[in-house]
């Protein structure tokens, strides 16, 4: 059990080490961020017309028809939306209309501990098979294909995330626990033995 934590640990840090590298170094993520042409224009339009406060938003809306609504008004809604979101603007955003504290030393703290988590889980499966260092490595990068498969590739299909921020989050993922998994193989684990 000791040498799972130590294994999970050691490895949250080499994962969590490469996350800030390819955030604040690399750019690869932020070489995707577009930006308004007018940024204080958007910014007083949204202010102006957010409902609900701090949340996800989405344009054009898709909001039901009443329950109340005759089946050829519904048809009418449902048809008005469908063009709507095929003519565009299409927006899928997280939108904090006003002011908002923010705390690098908290965002990390949490990062942190979310990495350390995903190692520990990660660690756990991994302690149940028998493999050679290699295929250490390889389950646990299999681990970072599964969390950017599930997190990152419905972005893509339903919200229409660009296919190139997509690879890059997937690739993200895959890094880094390669790098999590070279660390931890070394620790957690067993290599097969052969039966006589």
Known sequence: MGKIILGAFLAAIAVFAWEALSWTVLGWHENGFREFRDESTVSEAIKANVTAGHGIYVLPSMEPTSKLAAPEEKKAHEAKQAKALEDGPYVYAIIRPGKGEISMGTNMVLSFVRTLICA??????????????????AFV????????????????IWMEQPARDTIVNIADHVI?????????GIFVCKDPVAEP
């Open 120 to 137: 520990l889980l990660i660690a756990a499966l991994l302690s149940q098979a028998a493999l050679f260092y290699p295929a250490r490595m």
């Open 141 to 156: 990068a299999a681990a970072g294909l599964f969390a950017g498969l599930t997190s990152d590739l419905p972005m893509w």
């Open 176 to 184: 880094a626990w390669i790098i999590g998994g070279a660390v931890m």
